[in-house]
């Protein structure tokens, strides 16, 4: 039996064995981060759909309002005395409100091929995008984003496993070319018989112990500069993690107001939004029987517009600044779930 215990030397097995667990570890945060890219870029492309369509809900809710005037105005026509220039503006203004809707569905329609050859969706299906709003109601504590961010994201956590190989590193470099001892042990019994008859009758034992080392004169500075190379290294990561912390903190932190500023100006164009409509069947009405002109229609329908618009613009930056959230946290505050632990 033989004995052998290498002294002031790195554990090889030990360190192989972490690397192997490092190597596992990176490759399943690297699945993690290939899906939160999936999501991030089917999220970004589904967005510029719902923009497109709800300009589109916009421009056919104004072109229903002008078309109601239109209506007003002809039958009011019969009755009273209205000049012809207020026909024209209607007639325009509906026009040109028609072309927008007509440039808006164009470029939805384009937008949808183009999402189906890049989702690799049969070009003869179909894809629906309703375009309804739904109330901005999820509430994100700051400390909570930067702290999931810190844990969860794993940019940062292949960071820290690269600053952890590099370590390794360091240690297997600094066990190369150094001073080191190794002892053996060896216990057991021998002989030697030509015709293996009195291999156990008359034998010696052969038990020894012996302690090599190994002490390096000079090399010409090689291992030092190998050391501080990986020493370099490991200094390179530290940075890289200490920059990556510093902007994941300041994305987070814009995110998480952002989100706040959005959720509550959704809130308040919600109400502008209910008094917009309250206003337009007003405004309508008094057309009706001649208490507002056609311009102040036309401002009205106008101002109409403008305040959907600017609720559908509310409703994208804060489902932006929650999809901002989930790239950095890892975390889908909407449902709940770690991506990294899901």
């Given at each position: 039996?033989?004995f052998?215990?290498?002294?002031?030397m790195?554990?090889k097995?030990?360190?192989?064995?972490?690397?192997?667990?490092?190597?596992l570890r990176d490759?399943?945060?690297?699945?993690?981060?290939?899906?939160?890219g999936i999501?991030?870029?089917?999220?970004?492309?589904?967005?510029?759909?719902?923009?497109l369509?709800?300009?589109?809900?916009?421009?056919?809710?104004?072109?229903a309002?002008?078309?109601?005037?239109?209506?007003?105005?002809?039958?009011?026509?019969?009755a009273?005395?209205?000049?012809s220039?207020?026909?024209?503006?209607?007639?325009?203004?509906?026009?040109n409100?028609q072309?927008?809707?007509?440039?808006?569905?164009?470029?939805?329609?384009q937008?949808l091929a183009n999402?189906?050859?890049?989702l690799r969706?049969?070009?003869?299906?179909?894809?629906?995008?309703?375009p309804?709003?739904?109330?901005?109601?999820?509430v994100?504590?700051?400390?909570?984003?930067?702290?999931?961010?810190?844990q969860?994201?794993?940019?940062?956590?292949?960071?820290q496993?690269?600053?952890?190989?590099?370590?390794?590193?360091?240690?297997?470099?600094?066990?190369?070319?150094a001073?080191?001892?190794?002892?053996?042990?060896?216990?057991?019994v021998e002989?030697?018989?030509?015709?293996?008859?009195?291999?156990w009758?008359?034998?010696?034992?052969?038990?020894t112990?012996?302690?090599?080392a190994?002490?390096?004169i000079?090399?010409w500075?090689e291992?030092?500069?190998?050391?501080l190379?990986r020493?370099?290294?490991?200094d390179?990561a530290?940075?890289d993690?200490?920059e990556?912390r510093?902007d994941?903190?300041k994305?987070?932190?814009?995110?998480?107001?952002?989100l706040?500023?959005?959720?509550?100006?959704?809130?308040?164009?919600?109400?502008?939004?209910s008094?917009?409509?309250?206003?337009?069947?007003?405004?309508?009405?008094?057309?009706?029987i001649?208490?507002?002109?056609?311009?102040?229609?036309?401002?009205?329908?106008?101002?109409?517009?403008?305040?959907?618009?600017?609720?559908?613009?509310a409703?994208f930056g804060?489902?932006?600044?929650l999809?901002?959230?989930?790239?950095?946290?890892?975390?889908?505050?909407?449902?709940?779930?770690?991506?990294?632990?899901?």
């Amino acid at each position: 039996m033989k004995f052998e215990q290498p002294i002031l030397m790195p554990n090889k097995l030990k360190n192989d064995l972490e690397d192997a667990e490092l190597n596992l570890r990176d490759t399943k945060l690297r699945y993690v981060a290939e899906r939160v890219g999936i999501i991030s870029e089917i999220s970004r492309s589904y967005y510029s759909l719902f923009d497109l369509s709800f300009s589109a809900k916009t421009y056919q809710t104004q072109l229903a309002n002008l078309q109601r005037a239109r209506e007003i105005f002809h039958a009011r026509a019969h009755a009273d005395s209205i000049s012809s220039t207020d026909s024209i503006q209607i007639e325009l203004e509906y026009v040109n409100v028609q072309e927008n809707l007509l440039e808006s569905q164009s470029r939805l329609r384009q937008e949808l091929a183009n999402l189906k050859q890049r989702l690799r969706i049969n070009p003869d299906d179909s894809i629906f995008i309703t375009p309804s709003v739904n109330p901005c109601s999820v509430v994100v504590r700051l400390e909570d984003a930067l702290r999931k961010g810190q844990q969860l994201n794993s940019y940062l956590q292949r960071l820290q496993i690269g600053a952890r190989r590099a370590q390794l590193e360091l240690t297997s470099e600094k066990g190369k070319n150094a001073f080191s001892m190794r002892l053996e042990l060896t216990y057991g019994v021998e002989n030697s018989d030509e015709q293996f008859l009195d291999m156990w009758s008359d034998y010696n034992n052969s038990n020894t112990v012996r302690l090599n080392a190994y002490v390096p004169i000079w090399d010409w500075g090689e291992r030092k500069a190998r050391i501080l190379s990986r020493q370099c290294d490991i200094d390179r990561a530290q940075l890289d993690i200490q920059e990556s912390r510093e902007d994941l903190k300041k994305n987070i932190t814009n995110d998480v107001n952002n989100l706040a500023a959005y959720r509550d100006r959704f809130s308040t164009m919600q109400k502008s939004m209910s008094m917009a409509d309250t206003l337009m069947t007003a405004t309508l009405n008094n057309y009706l029987i001649g208490r507002v002109s056609t311009q102040d229609v036309l401002q009205v329908i106008i101002r109409h517009k403008d305040t959907m618009l600017k609720l559908g613009s509310a409703w994208f930056g804060y489902r932006r600044s929650l999809l901002g959230l989930l790239i950095d946290t890892y975390y889908d505050y909407e449902h709940g779930v770690s991506f990294t632990e899901r």
